[in-house]
């Protein structure tokens, strides 16, 4: 009775949509076991290089992966302190 | 040789601790000998569902700190003589509870019990990573909801890699529970169906227990709903797993009663 009145009301399932959502979530989450750890030692890496060379906040350096169906996207936002900031770093240190 | 079962979920609320007692008490009834072991150090509950609140003297912390013996701190069941409960501490000191001192608390019990179930906290910290440490076996909980099996695949991967066992290279067998099952609303397309829980977690299943007030009646009085009302759903569910952790071959049915024709296909339509 109850799937008749589904048919003719137009009440849609909404099991089907938790079990997509659910399998692209969990895709996802699987393939990033330990992938954040590659993210971290990624960011550790970029800051020793380019701290060399600029003085740079640790904090200011942001990764993030995004994956998308066939290309994934690393992305590396560092923020750099212009050049007043820095010279007041450096006489600060 | 005795078997460590670990009864574990991530998610909360889901039916670990009344899972545990019942799954203890079917193994129990059904002439095992059996412990179950409270690893919810803070948030003790299966002394309650257990109803065995008020004969709390020691706890599992006590006895891995040398307080007590275990002896002292296990307590044995009114209703079955070979079911056992070993509570955890209602003191807050998570921290007192070491991986050789359960390693050593679990060593002793193997030599007195067939099984020893292990009812994890929820989360993914100490306590449950704890609880699972040294299990033979595990029992997933889930619930057909989205979080809930979104953590239990969280679960799943922690038991292939933070186990004694997957440390050795050797497997921890996973069985998975899918408790609260409506079927009706499933067939409604209401709620995700067995196939689809089973699909995405790709674990054997264990037992599907249904959502019934027998459940509640059972832990409002303080026992574990096979012993309660064996022959309620929930109950042949979970005796019915039981027979199949010891190895029988049970034809899985959810437990209600079938559905005709229409409904078939209209859940197939549904899924």
Known sequence: MMNLMRLFGGRTASAPVARERLQILLAHERGRNGASDLLETLRAEILGVVSKHIDLDPDKIVIRMERGKFVSMLEVDIEVPNSVQRSKLAAAS | ?271
């Not at chain 2, 079911?83 to 002793?108: F, H, M, N």
């Not at chain 2, 019990?113 to 299990?135: H, K, N, Q, V």
């Not at chain 2, 797993?241 to 009663?257: D, F, I, Q, S």
Request: glycine share 8%; with cysteine; hydrophobic share 45%.
């Open chain 2, 1 to 271: 040789m005795a078997k460590v079962l670990v009864v574990t979920s991530g998610k909360g609320g889901v039916g670990k601790t009344t899972s545990t007692a019942a799954l203890g008490a079917a193994l129990a009834q059904m002439g095992q000998s059996v412990v179950v072991i409270d690893f919810d150090v803070g948030l003790r509950n299966l002394d309650l569902v257990m109803g065995a609140e008020r004969r709390v003297v020691f706890d599992l912390i006590n006895v891995v700190q040398g307080v007590a013996k275990l002896s002292q701190a296990l307590i044995r069941d009114k209703r079955l003589e070979n079911l056992w409960l070993l509570p955890a501490s209602q003191t807050r000191d998570k921290d007192a509870l070491t991986e050789e001192g359960i390693r050593r608390v679990i060593t002793e019990l193997k030599t007195k019990f067939d099984w020893i179930l292990c009812d994890s906290p929820a989360g993914i910290e100490r306590g449950a990573t704890l609880a699972m440490r040294y299990a033979d076996e595990a029992i997933i909980v889930t619930n057909p909801e989205v979080s809930s099996v979104r953590d239990s695949d969280r679960i799943i991967g922690m038991l292939d890699s933070k186990t004694v066992r997957a440390e050795r290279g050797e497997r921890v067998e996973k069985h998975l529970l899918i408790t609260r099952y409506d079927s009706a609303r499933a067939a409604r397309g209401e709620m995700l169906s067995i196939d689809d829980v089973l699909e995405i977690l790709a674990t054997p299943l264990l037992g599907i227990v249904p959502e019934s007030q027998d459940v509640l009646k059972a832990s409002n009085v303080g026992s574990p709903v096979t012993l309660n009302n064996a022959n309620s759903a929930p109950a042949r569910a979970y005796m019915d797993a039981v027979r199949r952790l010891m190895g029988e071959t049970v034809t899985m049915k959810v437990p209600v009663e079938r559905k005709g024709l229409m409904d078939r296909l209209l859940r197939r339509r549904a899924a």
